[in-house]
C-alpha cells in the first residue's frame, strides 16, 4: 500500500461540511448503505468549481477516491467535471463491483451535486441523490435518476 | 451551550486517542478513566441542550494528534482544559470540578509515543498481514466511533427506557471495541482520530431501518474479523479478533431486541 494513500485515508483532502455552498449532492450506495456528500462553491460566472467539500460514512477505497477526485474537481468548469466524471464511469466499469461502487459513489454524488446546482439556479430547492447503478446487480436500484427526499 | 458541547467532544476524543497512544499502563489507564468522564460530561451537556429544546450535533474541527511524548501530550491536555469555559450551575460546578482535578496531574516520566509513526510494523507480521490489518483497523475505528455517536444520540432522544437501555449497551461495547483497536494501532504505528461523522448518519428519519442496516453491517464486521483472523498469522491477534468477532453475535440480538422495543 502506498504511503500517499495511507495519509490520504487518514487526513482526506478537502474532507468536511461546507455550511455556505452553492450545491450539495448525495451518492448512495443502496446496498451497503455508502453515503458520499458533495459540496461546491461554484463561480456563478465561469460555473467553476472554486471549491470543494466531501463526506463519507464509507470505506477506506471510497475515502481515497473522495480525496482524488475532489483534487480533480476542484478548479474544473461543471462540464469539465461531467466529463471527468464520464471518464471514471468508462474506466471503473469492468472493475469487480466491490471496488468499482466506491468510486462510482463519489462520481455520483458530483452529478447529484451538478443537478442541484442546475436546479438551484431555477430557484428549486430540494435534495439531490443519485444511487450507484454500475456495481449493483441490474433491477435492484430503480430510481437511478434524481430523487427527492422527502 | 453547543459550543461548550463541541469543545467537551473535542477533549473527549483527544483524551481518549491519547490514552491509547501511550502503552497500556497507568497514564493509559488514568486517561481513559478521564476520557469516560469527559464522555458522560458530554452525555449530560446533550441531555441539557435538548431539555432546553436546542440540539446538539457532533461537528468539530479535524483532530490531528501527533506528539512524541508524554510530556507533550499532558502540555496540549492542560492547555485544552485551561481553554474551557463553563457557565454557573450544578452541572457545570461539577464538570470545573472534575477538570480542576485532572489539571492536577502531572506526568511522572516522559514515555516516548510511536503511535503516529505511520511506520506500520507489528511484530513478525508479513507485508501483507499488515495491509490487511490497516485496512480493517482504520475502517473499524471510524466505524465504531460512528456508532457511539449514533447511540448516544439516540439514547438521548429517546422516552423509550427499554431501548436507552439497549443503546446504554450498544455503546459500552462500541467504546470497548473503539479502545480495543485503538491500543492495535497504537502499536502498528497507524494510530488516528477518525474523521467527523455527518448529520445525515445520525440525523435519520427511520429509526428502525437504521437498525435494520445495522444487523446487515454487524453480519459484514464478522465475516471481516473472520477472514482478518485467517490471514494474520499471529496468534494473539488472531485469538481476538475471534473474540470480537463472537461479541458482534449479541450485538445483533441487541438489535433485534431494540427493532421489537420501538413497537411497544
Not at chain 1, 453515503?35 to 468549481?49: F, G, N, Q, R, W
Not at chain 1, 463526506?55 to 480525496?67: F, K, P
Request: proline letters at 3%.
Amino acid at each position: 500500500m502506498d504511503s500517499k494513500y495511507i495519509e490520504m485515508m487518514l487526513d482526506p483532502p478537502n474532507y468536511g461540511e461546507m455550511k455556505q455552498f452553492s450545491a450539495k449532492g448525495i451518492g448512495k450506495n443502496k446496498e451497503t448503505g455508502e453515503m458520499v456528500i458533495i459540496y461546491l462553491k461554484v463561480d456563478p460566472s465561469l460555473e467553476i468549481v472554486e471549491d470543494i467539500k466531501w463526506q463519507t460514512n464509507g470505506c477506506g477505497t471510497t475515502i481515497v477516491s473522495g480525496g482524488l477526485f475532489s483534487q480533480e474537481y476542484k478548479g474544473k468548469s461543471l462540464k469539465e467535471g461531467l466529463d471527468f466524471t464520464n471518464a471514471v464511469f468508462e474506466k471503473i466499469k469492468d472493475n469487480p463491483p466491490a471496488d468499482a461502487a466506491c468510486g462510482e459513489v463519489v462520481a455520483r454524488a458530483f452529478i447529484a451535486a451538478v443537478k442541484d446546482y442546475e436546479a438551484r439556479k431555477k430557484g428549486e430547492e430540494r435534495e439531490f441523490i443519485e444511487y450507484v447503478t454500475l456495481s449493483c446487480p441490474p433491477g435492484e436500484v430503480n430510481d437511478r435518476d434524481i430523487s427527492q427526499k422527502t | 451551550m453547543i459550543e461548550i458541547f463541541r469543545k467537551k467532544h473535542k477533549l473527549w476524543l483527544i483524551t481518549f486517542f491519547g490514552a491509547c497512544a501511550f502503552p497500556k499502563g497507568e497514564e493509559s489507564d488514568l486517561l481513559l478513566d478521564f476520557a469516560n468522564i469527559h464522555y458522560r460530561h458530554l452525555k449530560w451537556i446533550g441531555k441539557e441542550l435538548i431539555k432546553q429544546k436546542e440540539d446538539f450535533d457532533w461537528d468539530r474541527e479535524k483532530i490531528e494528534l501527533k506528539f512524541t511524548n508524554s510530556v507533550e501530550f499532558f502540555e496540549m491536555f492542560h492547555s485544552l482544559l485551561k481553554d474551557m469555559n463553563y457557565p454557573q450551575g450544578l452541572l457545570f460546578d461539577r464538570i470545573k470540578a472534575d477538570e480542576e482535578y485532572m489539571l492536577s496531574i502531572k506526568p511522572s516520566k516522559n514515555i516516548a509515543i510511536t503511535a503516529f509513526s505511520r511506520e506500520l510494523t507489528y511484530k513478525n507480521l508479513d507485508r501483507q498481514s499488515i495491509e490487511a490489518l490497516f485496512t480493517f483497523l482504520f475502517e473499524e475505528i471510524y466505524k465504531e466511533y460512528e456508532l457511539i455517536l449514533v447511540y448516544t444520540y439516540a439514547q438521548l432522544h429517546t422516552s423509550n427506557s427499554q431501548l436507552s437501555l439497549i443503546f446504554e449497551d450498544l455503546i459500552y461495547e462500541s467504546l470497548y471495541h473503539l479502545k480495543s483497536f485503538c491500543f492495535i494501532a497504537s502499536k502498528l504505528g497507524a494510530l488516528a482520530v477518525p474523521r467527523v461523522v455527518m448529520k445525515e448518519v445520525y440525523r435519520f428519519d427511520d429509526l428502525k431501518t437504521f437498525l435494520k442496516e445495522g444487523i446487515e453491517e454487524e453480519l459484514k464486521a464478522k465475516e471481516q474479523c473472520k477472514a482478518l483472523s485467517s490471514l494474520i498469522k499471529d496468534e494473539e491477534l488472531s485469538r481476538f479478533f475471534d473474540f470480537i468477532n463472537h461479541q458482534e453475535d449479541y450485538h445483533i440480538v441487541l438489535m433485534q431486541e431494540a427493532l421489537q422495543a420501538i413497537d411497544k
